[in-house]
């Protein structure tokens, strides 16, 4: 019972000078030089952590087994609920990949092969090389877009 109460931490702080360099210290210096002070300060207050308690050796949890049981008071979904909301990522992910899908088509349109048309604000021919670049960049990001797309849909349960 004792050892729920909170704790009162106290030891002397000590502030040190010593030819103009100041130090804190728990006990007071013992050059000739230093002229030490104990400085008053309010008590620390600790409180003990609480005990965790002991995790199974390992290998001993059977396995599948979760490695921490769910709370009685967790909020559960039912069935019907959790299929709406599965069929709702679904529909969602199904649109953005038509999206990226489409701007990817738009973009590697454009990029005709890494010769795309000139504009006639491109005067400059660093101008030009610079859109190709970014064009570039534009196809890669929309590639790997797709591809995750692909592989959260994948993932997904039916």
Aim: with cysteine; hydrophobic share 35%.
């Amino acid at each position: 019972m004792l050892a729920a109460l909170p704790v009162a931490a106290a030891a002397q702080i000590y502030r040190c000078e010593n030819n103009g360099v100041v130090e804190y210290s728990n006990s007071p210096a013992s050059g000739r030089d230093a002229k030490c002070r104990p400085i008053d300060l309010p008590n620390i207050t600790t409180i003990p952590a609480p005990k965790v308690p002991s995790q199974p050796a390992a290998g001993t949890r059977a396995p599948g087994a979760a490695a921490t049981p769910t709370p009685a008071s967790f909020p559960r979904v039912d069935g019907s609920a959790q299929r709406a909301r599965d069929a709702d990522r679904r529909r969602i992910l199904e649109d953005e990949l038509k999206k990226e899908e489409t701007r990817l088509a738009e973009l590697r349109a454009e990029f005709n092969n890494g010769e795309p048309e000139r504009r006639g604000d491109e005067r400059n021919y660093q101008k030009y090389l610079d859109r190709v670049q970014r064009l570039k960049d534009d196809i890669a990001r929309a590639e790997s877009s797709v591809s995750s797309l692909r592989r959260e849909m994948a993932a997904l349960r039916d």
